[in-house]
């Protein structure tokens, strides 16, 4: 199995420029979470889906900040505008019973 | 509500020197428990999991038991190699199960 797949793996925009961060997770795998690393606030959970279907996302922090899940093996978090402090490692994660499984990370720049 | 909290890092032992890390919880109800590891530049791995009290979760030579009675979760390994230094980050589930719960992460740095 490949794991979950995450693309780009890093990405470099300046501010006000429209990010399209890309996750597929593990076939099979019923739920799919987003995630935000920063040195200062750790990791945190933006939101999930079950399903395909957002669940919860009260931790997406501002309107900027969208999550699609059009089928089970594709979801897309964008950021429109960007901004400086939007800079931080992004990572999408797969469930399957209790246990989450990461990607690899995305890591945006925002300049 | 639910939370972890892990000992302060970084840890810093020599090869071949025993490991612990602490974790600790608070949470309603029968949360499974999980220690994921970081390496540099790269995304969380699972490294154990226990799912019910008293049960043991191992892997590559580190174990950790759930303990219900002190409501505690450490990482344990006999032995250290130069290759485990990393950030180790304990968790739970919370939310029925939906969510995890992390604790702040621990860095481990092994020397030759």
């Known amino acids: 199995d490949a794991g979950v797949i995450q693309s780009p793996r890093h990405e470099v925009t300046e501010m006000g420029q429209e990010v399209t961060l890309r996750c597929k997770p593990i076939?099979?795998?019923?739920?799919l979470f987003w995630y935000r690393q920063t040195m200062m606030r750790g990791l945190e959970l933006l939101i999930y889906?079950?399903?395909?279907?957002?669940?919860?996302d009260s931790g997406m922090p501002e309107d900027r900040f969208s999550a699609k899940m059009p089928n089970a093996s594709f979801s897309t978090l964008k950021i429109q505008p960007s901004e400086p402090r939007d800079s931080a490692v992004y990572f999408c994660?797969?469930?399957?019973?209790?246990?989450?499984?990461f990607g690899p990370g995305t890591r945006l720049t925002v300049l | 509500g639910d939370s972890v909290t892990q000992m302060e890092g970084p840890v810093t032992l020599s090869e071949e020197a025993f490991l612990t890390i602490n974790c600790t919880y608070t949470?309603?109800?029968?949360?499974?428990l999980f220690w994921y590891v970081q390496y540099p530049g790269e995304g969380l791995q699972l490294l154990l999991k226990?799912?019910?009290?008293?049960d043991k979760g191992s892997n590559k030579g580190f174990e950790a038991t759930y303990r219900k009675e002190t409501t505690s979760f450490h990482l344990e390994k006999g032995s250290v190699q130069v290759s485990d230094s990393a950030v180790y980050f304990c968790?739970?589930?919370?939310?029925?199960?939906?969510?995890?719960?992390f604790g702040a992460g621990t860095r481990l740095a092994v020397h030759p």
């Open positions: 994660a797969s469930r399957l019973d209790r246990t989450q499984y």
């Open positions: 076939s099979g795998h019923d739920y």
């Open positions: 889906f079950n399903n395909n279907v957002p669940i919860d």
């Open positions: 949470a309603t109800g029968y949360p499974s």
């Open positions: 226990a799912t019910k009290a008293d």
């Open positions: 968790a739970l589930t919370s939310g029925g199960y939906n969510k995890l719960i």
